[in-house]
């Protein structure tokens, strides 16, 4: 979490470092501040609160440079206040620092820089860094630029934790040196001026040539030009990539939230998603994916890893994979997974989903499965990011960047991805062609399913404008529709602030109907024949009991609902694609009601990188 925003050149930082962390606000929120060198020294501005208040700080305008480090908060140590806001300097106030990640050792640190005479201000991890850089400095004698690397690279080799970090030091006034270890950081290259960011949509408006750093590295920059080393302070050459996405795909265009422009922007995500995948009657196409058949057949048991709606996305693609590849499938959130001990070896197989490709805990897993012996590949959003350089294999969803803290479009384009490897995993099994066949078909038109699905927005947000005082939903469904129903609890509590909880309809009955009283709003999924009559049947159960129903189906239906949004038939196994997006609108249009922040929901941080 915490966004970092570094400029390097020859026109004034403040206001590109400011556009900058107005970009990744989305990855914390609580507080904000730039530095940046000026003749006299370096001048920092912070405090509480979201950057447009750093923006109206009645000291912003005075400061003045051409080279400066930004960073916004989410707080993990030390609550949200002026002084625990970054950036943070040594006290000689030579050094000033951005970080984002967490120092798990800091206390054992502050007592060591404690018994060597410094102080401290502010009650975060953060501060001991720039004291560190301080005291590695002074204890060298050289006075070459290696001289402020070799005091960062000692200062890092003593931190336990993670760390994306940007230092600034008032002795090398034309120059900054950024390092990282597992947390996001890339360098943006520029004609005569370079940028730093945590992530590639925040600077894609001034390069598209970008250098992607791997842990341990450090990159000593100036105006024009950027040496990259190793901890040891070897130097070592790396490639700029060029970024294809365009810049106006980060910004709203013309929508009032990002959220709402991403979920219209699904039938877009999944149909690059598709890409050249697959067609029918012709073999998919996977080139990351160079999984022999040998190596499929001998396996018996696929994990599949992530967090929160990611995670969601792997519970829908559980039910594909089994029926596709009859191969059993668990699913685990990250956090627990990696310290449980899971019996994995060579014949397990491991997934990991995360759109950031950045969530500490996913990263975490995967490197564990790898340490035993498995074979991992990851299905992320973000070309570069930190798991695609842990996995065996990447495999990419299409979505474009995903701003808004609620996952809308990386879901679908998740489950799209899923049920592709699936099928690519069925061919190479010479399994199940005819429904591989049939899925295939479905999948090709998903895109404008979506878009039908979508002409329900008014209707939704009708209902949502009768509901958003509730104090508690509850969501439903059987199978696959339970998946959705959890992913539609999320999207709601986390936006709206409401209660909400899913259940599987049947389960109702076994405790949770003492909750259902009169007016309670219950929102079934039903999108199975095979199962249609069973659901109806709990849906009565709470209509008896009182609840209002909002509904969401593709099945004729004999019975008078509250709300019934239908949806287009599809293959059942893709059918959460679907049936998900009403409740993405339905959570949508209840906070805006409730006039919440849409895009930046309390206490969340878009990437989660911390465990
Ligand atoms: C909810 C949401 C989160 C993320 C989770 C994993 O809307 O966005 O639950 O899905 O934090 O993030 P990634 O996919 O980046 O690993």
């Given amino acids: 979490m915490c966004g970092i925003v570094g400029y390097i050149g020859e026109k004034q930082a403040k206001p590109i470092l400011i556009n900058g962390l107005l970009r990744l606000e989305y990855r914390g929120y609580d507080s904000a501040g730039i530095a940046t060198i000026e003749k006299t020294g370096i001048k920092c501005i912070k405090n509480k609160g979201r950057v447009a208040e750093l923006n109206n700080n009645s000291n912003i305008n005075s400061l003045e440079g051409t080279i400066g480090i930004g960073h916004t908060r989410w707080a993990t140590h030390g609550k949200p206040s002026s002084t625990n806001s970054h950036p943070h300097l040594d006290n000689s106030g030579n050094f000033a620092v ?107 408006s001034f390069t598209k040539d970008f250098y992607l750093l791997n842990d341990n590295e450090l990159a000593f920059m100036s105006r024009n030009s950027i040496e990259f080393y190793d901890e040891n302070i070897k130097p070592i050459q790396k490639q700029a990539k060029n970024i294809t996405w365009d810049a106006g795909s980060a910004e709203k265009d013309g929508y009032p939230d990002f959220m709402l422009k991403e979920i219209n922007e699904q039938p877009k995500a999944i149909r690059e998603t598709i890409g050249s995948r697959i067609a029918v009657n012709s073999k998919s196409v996977l080139p990351d994916l160079e999984i022999n058949k040998t190596y499929l057949k001998s396996i018996n048991k696929i994990f599949i890893v992530a967090c929160g709606t990611a995670m969601h996305a792997g519970l829908s693609a559980k039910t594909i994979f089994e029926n596709l590849c009859e191969i059993p499938v668990e699913v685990e959130a990250a956090s627990e997974f990696r310290y449980r001990n899971p019996i994995i070896n060579k014949k397990t197989l491991c997934l990991f989903i995360t759109q950031s490709g950045e969530t500490a805990d996913t990263i975490a897993a995967l490197k564990l499965a790898k340490s035993k012996g498995s074979k991992t590949i990851a299905v992320s959003n973000v070309v570069g990011s930190s798991i695609s350089r842990e996995a065996d294999f990447t495999l990419y969803t299409h979505a474009g960047p995903e701003i808004a803290v609620a996952s809308t479009k990386a879901y679908t384009s998740q489950i799209v991805l899923l049920a592709i490897i699936a099928i690519n995993f069925a061919e190479n099994l010479e399994i199940n062609k005819e429904k591989s066949e049939e899925l295939k078909k479905d999948i090709l038109l998903l895109p404008s399913k979506i878009e039908e699905v979508l002409k329900n927005t008014d209707k939704i947000k009708n209902f949502a404008q009768k509901i958003y005082k509730e104090k508690d939903v509850f969501f439903i469904g059987r199978g696959i529709d339970y998946t959705v129903a959890l992913e539609g609890s999320l999207k709601l509590k986390e936006i709206s602030y409401i209660h909400s909880e899913a259940y599987p309809s049947g389960e109702l009955k076994h405790g949770p109907i003492a909750l259902i009283e009169n007016n309670v709003t219950v929102v079934s999924i039903l999108t199975n024949r095979l199962l249609v009559e069973k659901s109806v049947s709990n849906i009565q159960e709470v209509v008896t009991r009182g609840a209002k129903t909002f509904i969401v189906t593709n099945q004729e239906l004999n019975h008078d609902f509250d709300e019934v949004i239908r949806i287009p038939k599809t293959n059942t196994l893709i059918s959460p694609i679907l049936s998900v997006i009403p409740l993405q609108i339905l959570a949508y249009y209840i906070s805006k009601e409730k006039g919440l922040d849409v895009d930046k929901p309390r206490n969340l941080a878009k990437s989660v990188t911390v465990e």
């Fill in 98 to 204: 951005v970080h984002n990640g967490i120092i798990e050792n800091y206390a054992d640190l502050r007592d060591f820089l404690k018994s060597h005479n410094y102080n401290f201000l502010s009650e975060t991890d953060t501060e001991v860094i720039p004291n560190l850089i301080h005291f590695y400095y002074e204890s060298s004698k050289s006075n070459s630029k290696n001289r402020f690397l070799q005091a960062v690279s000692n200062a890092c080799k003593m931190l336990k934790g993670s760390y994306a970090i940007e230092v600034l030091s008032s002795y090398y006034p034309d120059n900054m040196v950024v390092v990282r270890k597992d947390s996001p950081l890339v360098i943006g290259k520029g004609f005569n001026e370079n940028y730093i960011s945590s992530d590639i949509p925040a600077i894609l």
